[in-house]
T-cell receptor, first 108, second 117 residues
Framework: GIQVEQSPPDLILQEGANSTLRCNFS?????LQWFHQNPWGQLINLFY???GTKQNGRLSATTVATERYSLLYISSSQTTDSGVYFC??????????FGTGTRLQVFP | GAVVSQHPSRVICKSGTSVKIECRSL??????MFWYRQFPKKSLMLMAT?????????EQGVEKDKFLINHASLTLSTLTVTSAHPEDSSFYIC?????????????FGQGTRLTVV
């Protein structure tokens, strides 16, 4: 099956800093989503991005499907950005395989 | 986006008892829903695919007699943990997919934290 690796596993930032999270996947996909899991466990949809680039406020994402990776950019980070960020992928199925996650801590 | 509601959010049960978790798609119909399990500080692991009107499909290594799944309507799937043991304690999350025209986006419930004592 598809393997999904995320880096870095842990990230500690001061408020206001920018960061880039990476998601590598081992096979072709036609479904890729980024999620933020808050401290209560809720998964919040950030982007549906099987290819191309999207932006939503301080967040943006880019997927280069041919090279099997996706990037999530967080600019001007805030303490409320803390949590775990997951990418999840699928190929010709609604089933999603989750990546290993990046745990982000933003300090004031 | 679409809304998926999961209930209860937290449950504590005694060893040997069964616990039912509900997952509802509130504003759309879902012929397929998914159940995941998450251990502390780990990623989500897919347990099974819940199919409306037919049997669930379980991932390798998941005991179908332990984790009973029923998808009786287009908006409701249930996961029953039978004869629960402390090792079944975990965070369980459901999802449903919404969308048309080639875009199928998954939306997740709030999750259920199960503690077996």
């Amino acid at each position: 099956g598809i393997q999904v690796e995320q880096s870095p596993p842990d990230l500690i930032l001061q408020e206001g800093a920018n960061s880039t999270l990476r998601c590598n996947f081992s096979d072709s996909v036609n479904n890729l989503q980024w999620f933020h899991q808050n401290p209560w466990g809720q998964l919040i949809n950030l982007f549906y991005i099987p290819s191309g680039t999207k932006q939503n406020g301080r967040l943006s994402a880019t997927t280069v499907a041919t090279e099997r990776y996706s990037l999530l950019y967080i600019s001007s980070s805030q303490t409320t950005d803390s949590g775990v960020y997951f990418c999840a992928v699928g190929h010709n199925t609604d089933k999603l395989i989750f990546g290993t996650g990046t745990r982000l801590q933003v300090f004031p | 986006g679409a809304v998926v509601s999961q209930h209860p959010s937290r449950v504590i049960c005694k060893s040997g008892t069964s616990v039912k978790i509900e997952c509802r798609s509130l504003d759309f119909q879902a012929t397929t829903m998914f159940w995941y399990r998450q251990f502390p500080k780990k990623s989500l692991m897919l347990m099974a695919t819940s199919n409306e009107g037919s049997k669930a499909t379980y991932e390798q290594g998941v005991e179908k007699d332990k984790f009973l799944i029923n998808h009786a309507s287009l908006t409701l799937s249930t996961l029953t943990v039978t004869s629960a043991h402390p090792e079944d304690s975990s965070f369980y999350i459901c999802s449903a997919t919404a969308g048309t025209g080639g875009k199928t986006e998954a939306f997740f419930g709030q999750g259920t934290r199960l503690t077996v004592v």
